[in-house]
């Protein structure tokens, strides 16, 4: 009778056992369960304050140390640019006009006529990567008009690429929100008698500028 009962108590604690593992791995598996769901979640919430700016520079600093980075950028109006960004700015991008054949070509490109960029798979994940909490240059900071004003002053021909077409001649002033270009011939400077008329130009746009 007693080894009946020592038998019967042995099964018990194995069956008790048994139960707690069971309720141990179970326990296990949905704290991995509710870590899992609490990543995904905050890295969705990250995702969604994602900016296209703070992607450009996640794959502008990933190159810094390495070779030369190639971008195709497709503007709002269709054309697909080769290039390799020099700066960001707060809402804008300088870089080197790539496949061009009058040597080096400079170019200014507001962010908001940016229509698409061209990523490769590893430039793509590299986008992605934690927003550095480094405190940036100061020029990352400047907004496109200071870049325009800037111009201005140096008395740069460009090329304004806008909605309406091509226009080729020396930014006079910059205000609020557009700005004044004399628009002459190129390869001439801004003289009063070079200069065919003097247009208003919004800022909203200007697709990109290149730079003479």
């Not at 190159?63 to 497709?74: E, F, K």
């Not at 700015?89 to 496949?99: E, F, H, S």
């Not at 908001?112 to 940036?136: C, H, K, N, R």
């Not at 240059?137 to 008395?155: A, M, S, T, W």
Request: charged letters at 30%; one cysteine or more; aromatic letters at 4%.
């Amino acid at each position: 009778m007693r080894a009946g009962m020592l038998c019967v108590g042995y099964f018990r604690r194995v069956r008790w056992d048994d139960l707690f593992d069971d309720l141990e791995g179970q326990l296990e598996r949905e704290l991995h369960s509710e870590a899992a769901d609490l990543r995904l979640h905050e890295e969705r919430q990250r995702l969604e304050k994602l900016s296209l700016r703070t992607r450009l520079s996640n794959v502008a600093r990933s190159a810094a140390l390495g070779d030369s980075l190639r971008l195709r950028v497709v503007l709002v109006s269709g054309e697909t640019l080769a290039l390799r960004p020099t700066t960001l700015g707060r809402d804008w991008l300088a870089a080197d006009l790539l496949d061009t054949q009058n040597g080096r070509v400079q170019c200014v490109i507001p962010l908001s006529a940016i229509a698409g960029v061209l990523l490769t798979e590893e430039q793509s994940l590299i986008s992605l990567a934690v927003e550095s909490d480094a405190t940036g240059k100061l020029i990352e900071r400047v907004g496109f008009p200071f870049v325009l004003r800037d111009l201005c002053r140096r008395r740069r021909t460009v090329d304004l690429d806008t909605r309406g077409g091509v226009l080729v001649g020396t930014i006079d002033r910059v205000a609020r929100d557009h700005l004044d270009l004399a628009v002459h011939p190129l390869g001439t400077l801004r003289r009063a008698s070079e200069v065919l008329h003097y247009r208003l130009v919004p800022l909203w746009q200007i697709h990109a500028i290149r730079l003479r």
